[in-house]
């Protein structure tokens, strides 16, 4: 036989584990445990398990009727969403992005006449530890080259940009 100090608490843990939910009544789209507000509004048990209550949330492109029109000024705020700009704040802001790409052409270009005097038609002049060590001399050789076909590749990539904004510029006139 089993001591009664053992016994003592199983018996009490299963003979409140019964307790531990109270009861739940369901009236319309909302719940509640006390017994006289469900009586008085003619609320339905709940049976079978624990309930859980999550908030809702709005679905997305409803909005309630209390709920006021939003403006350009907060529009901004909702992600996905941008304001509307005025042609003319349009037009200025063109006008200053092409400006700063006419700018980043000009450095580019003016890198590539400086990268093309050092590269010296691929024959660039020895510097100082390069006459002891020919494999810097290479090194430095094809930095050169590379950083020279990168900056083509930046000029490029300027001029195509370039013709995209006075494209869209035109397109917008029409």
Not at 77 to 106: F, H, M, S, W, Y
Not at 116 to 134: R, S, T, V
Request: hydrophobic letters at 35%.
């Amino acid at each position: 036989m089993k001591p009664a100090y053992v016994l003592v608490p199983i018996v009490l843990a299963f003979g409140t584990a019964g307790h531990a939910q109270t009861r739940i009544w369901r009236c319309g789209n909302t719940y509640t445990n006390d017994e006289a507000t469900a009586k008085v509004q003619n609320c339905k048990l709940m049976e079978g398990g624990n309930v859980t209550i999550v908030q809702g949330t709005r679905a997305n492109g409803t909005a309630p009727a209390s709920a006021p029109r939003r403006t350009n000024e907060n529009v901004a705020a909702v992600p996905g969403v941008t304001p509307r700009v005025e042609a003319n704040d349009q037009k200025a802001r063109d006008n200053e992005a092409r400006a700063i790409l006419e700018a980043e052409l000009k450095k580019a270009e003016s890198r590539r006449t400086e990268l093309l005097q050092e590269w010296n038609n691929g024959e660039p002049e020895m510097m100082g530890p390069e006459h002891k060590n020919h494999q810097k001399y290479l090194d430095r050789v094809a930095g050169l080259k590379a950083a020279i076909e990168r900056n083509d590749q930046d000029i490029a990539g300027l001029k195509r940009e370039l013709g995209r904004s006075s494209t869209n510029g035109n397109a917008a006139a029409r």
